[in-house]
T-cell receptor, first 113, second 113 residues
């Protein structure tokens, strides 16, 4: 157990639907990062939050949004889902900028049918 | 163009043998370089993290080297085991980034009996 908790582990939904992925960072970590990994692809950075504020944005689609709550957990909202959104979505956390390293969760596998 | 290039793309080795994975990067200014191991369908797990002043770092049978002048790193796996079968990802952090790490595409290692 890495200390980063992601729920749900698996999600199957239909095109056009909306889903919410949840991430609880490791205790003491203020930064949360979201990554997307499509089949046989590398990790693609989506967005980062630090202590409730957005700090960095990557290749995140406009249909996707995220937020970090006062208790530091984060949610990634995916709407108007398309088949191509099927992927593993990972959350990672770090104390600050991540100089000491990131800790990844075990991921949420999203399948859009 | 990806700022982190890994080679080879994939590798098959016999159990008990050694292997070396390569990572070349162009990220500048450079803060640190990390190697992660990712089992299929699981979140990446940190193996090593090195700053520009570190030349080598070991974690069990894994030894990473870094040449900040040539912007090259390698990960050496000694006496490979079947459990070493995984994707090995090189991740580089720029000195002025707030978490937007640059990920390599990974090297897929398969250890056969």
């Amino acid at each position: 157990d890495s200390g980063v908790t992601q729920t749900p582990k698996h999600l199957i939904t239909a095109t056009g639907q909306r889903v919410t992925l949840r991430c609880s960072p490791r205790s003491g970590d203020l930064s949360v990062y979201w990554y997307q990994q499509s089949l046989d692809q590398g990790l693609q950075f989506l967005i980062q939050y630090y202590n409730g504020e957005e700090r960095a944005k990557g290749n995140i689609l406009e249909r996707f949004s995220a937020q970090q709550f006062p208790d530091l957990h984060s949610e990634l909202n995916l709407s108007s889902l398309e088949l191509g959104d099927s992927a593993l979505y990972f959350c990672a956390s770090s104390v600050g900028r991540g100089a000491g390293g990131y800790t990844f969760g075990s991921g949420t596998r999203l399948t859009v049918v | 163009k990806n700022q982190v290039e890994q080679s080879p793309q994939s590798l098959i080795i016999l159990e008990g043998k050694n292997c070396t994975l390569q990572c070349n990067y162009t990220v500048s200014p450079f803060s640190n370089l990390r190697w992660y191991k990712q089992d299929t369908g699981r979140g990446p797990v940190s193996l090593t993290i090195m700053t520009f002043s570190e030349n080598t770092k070991s974690n069990g049978r894994y030894t990473a080297t870094l040449d900040a002048d040539t912007k090259q790193s390698s990960l050496h796996i000694t006496a490979s085991q079947l459990s070493d079968s995984a994707s090995y990802i090189c991740v580089v952090s720029g000195a002025d980034s707030w978490g937007k790490l640059q990920f390599g595409a990974g090297t897929q290692v398969v250890v056969t009996p």
